[in-house]
């Protein structure tokens, strides 16, 4: 006679309940049931969502925001250059993964939990169906086992500010912003320093007049990918940040999490951090390099800075003075009437379903943001007894998600032995180091070995270690398949295109934005008064993504846009001085890493500095490759001689009239420091050639 199966309550329905979900089916004698308090499934992915931001990308790229077994949709596949996916995609790839897995009749949609409590060995669930904001209370039902999966950024937090209640301005969390169009032209504070702030303030960059970043603390801006060195090559690459940082060749067969790093592990890090931009950091901060680095990620934030779109304030958010209408900082600055204030000031884990007793047992408390509650491993409690957490961190990645659910899976079952009563409590005791050391340090984030903490796992499952280098959920599926080797291959693609320069054009286009100066030499035209040296400065305007004339496709999600102006003097070698001024507007596409070029309408070309309507396409920057110093070949002898001792990476290109165009650009650590535009022109005129350096 088969045993009876044992009941599983999973609270949640978003990535860390649905992969709970799947993981407890693996085992015959599981049956879960998975509580969903929305009408949809995939949390703040769902477009149903409440927090849900349409343009929000993740700050991990597809390769590690993905579970073991089920692979991308092909419309978000290899084909896309842009690795970091937006809400909509993870909300389609967490359906696809539902409709693999969830059974009939094991969902509860529009379910409520409202209270959990253990009695006689069994978990006593209560719950309420929600319907047009009317909520029915549901009989009470015992589980087996429980699974909190509702996740660590669930309620937005909004400090107590002296003022606010009475703000002259808008006052909103980050959670609700959707459109950084509508704050186009408009004066912007954002308030915080972590994740959403560097992104909120990035996104806003080229539409905002004016953003106002008020920051606690000091932080660096990481570029989305990240100058990469192979292990067969020294030719400096460009990767996903995150691909390139978890990799087994970095642990040493180390299968532990550190926590609590030292000042000597600090700095260490504030040493790659600073190493992107090794002569430009900004902002601007000084660093105590003893303390843990603060990061933010953005490919706009810094361009924001080099535009003086973005200023940074290095201080709090005291308090709001209505009559003044100004935000009173700690540092006794004041803004005066922002047009609106956008307090990206994280989020409060709540559990309103467990008892009192329950949240003193994992001495939960609400205004900690960082370490809320204590556990064994961040999954277990012997104070709550046959139950678990899964995803319930700062910093969860869909890795860890999965083996804490297939661990909780393996133990329930029976699989697994449940670790001793004295372990977990050395667990929990290990943990209030964690949060003491957070409180007093501030770390962003207390358990940010993504790759240790993924491998301490894999170790207590007894899977042998990955020869993969590339830490990806794939590594430890539960079974070899197609679909396993389809995500694996990926991420191999992923090498092929960082090996081949993918990323490069991003990086170059990310670097553009400011100001430059230009030293332009032409020569080799039939009229002398054509040759000549002209000097200048350049602009790379950050601005919403322009509308296209009639016959070319619409802007792609993602499409990033400058209009360029240049201006300054032009002396022919005869003596003759002329003012001179060129407009282009330059975009990027992240799903082809691709940057077009474009001209403007003839009266916009004359126009004001600011002004540029789109008129035609000139031509496409995609591929590139690199140079090292050498010998000039043939080929080469008219291009940027002065500087060939600089190794680069070059991009050539044809457009009308343009017999050659060639691009060199160099750069130190992450960014474009300097860079050349040369082409080669056979016109009406005749020929000439014209070599521009830009340098800052």
Known sequence: MAKPQKLVAIIGGGESGLVAYRHMIHYPNLKPTLFEASSSLGGIWSTDHPYHRPLMTTNICRHTCLYSDVPWPADAGPKRKDLFRYSGDMGNFLNVYAQRYLRDGDVRMNTKVTKVDLRDGKWALNSTVVHDGNETPQPEEAFDYLITATGFFSNPYIPALPGLDASPFPVEHSAVFRDPDA????????????????????????????????????????????????????????AP?????????YLDGRRRELINPTPEDNRKKHSYFASLFPKNILPNFNFDTSTPPQVGFSELYRGGIQTNVVKTYLARLESIDPEAGALVLSNGERIYSPDFVILCTGYSVSFPYLTPSA?????YQHDNHSVPFLTHRLVLHPDLPKAGFVGVYRGSYYG?????????????????????????????????????????????????????????????????????DHIVAANYPLQENEDVEKIMRDVQHADALSSDGAWIPGAV????????????????????????????????????????????????????????????VFVSTSGKKSDLHRKYVYRYSPPSDTISVWGVTSDDYDGPPEQGEVEDWLHDISRVSFRRPGP?????????????????????????????????????????????????????????????????
């Open 241 to 249: 940040w995150d691909l390139d940082s978890y990799r087994r060749a």
């Open 359 to 363: 949240l003193e047992a994992i001495s």
């Open 509 to 568: 286009f990310r670097s553009w934005a400011g100001h430059w100066k230009v030293n332009r030499r032409v020569h080799g035209a039939m009229q002398k008064e054509l040759n000549g040296q002209f000097e200048g400065f350049a602009m790379f305007h950050m601005r919403p993504p322009s509308a296209l004339p009639s016959g070319y496709s619409t802007a792609e999600l993602g499409m990033r846009e400058y209009l360029y102006h240049e201006h300054g």
């Open 632 to 696: 000039l070949q043939e080929q080469d002898i008219t291009w940027f001689v002065e500087h060939n001792a600089l190794e680069h990476w070059e991009a050539a290109a044809t457009e009308k009239e343009v017999s050659k165009l060639v691009y060199k650009f160099v750069f130190e650590g992450a960014e474009v420091t300097q860079f050349g535009v040369g082409y080669e022109v056979h016109g009406p005129e005749g020929r000439y050639v014209s070599e521009a350096w830009f340098t800052r």
């Open 183 to 238: 704050y186009r032209g408009k004066s912007v504070a954002v308030v915080g320093g972590s994740l959403s702030a560097v992104e909120i303030a990035g996104a806003l960059s080229p539409y905002a007049a004016k953003i106002h970043h008020i920051t606690p603390a000091p932080f660096y801006v990481n570029p989305l990918f990240v100058p990469t060195t192979s292990e067969n090559s020294e030719i400096p690459r460009f």
């Open 400 to 468: 860890v998600i999965e083996i804490q659910a297939r661990y909780l899976a393996a133990i329930f079952s029976g699989e697994k032995s449940w670790p001793s009563e004295e372990e977990m409590r050395k667990g929990v005791e290990i943990e209030k180091s964690v949060r003491e050391a957070a409180r007093q340090t501030g770390i962003q984030f207390p358990h940010g070995d993504y790759a240790g903490l993924f491998e301490s796992y894999a170790a207590l499952l007894d899977i042998p270690y990955s020869d993969e």
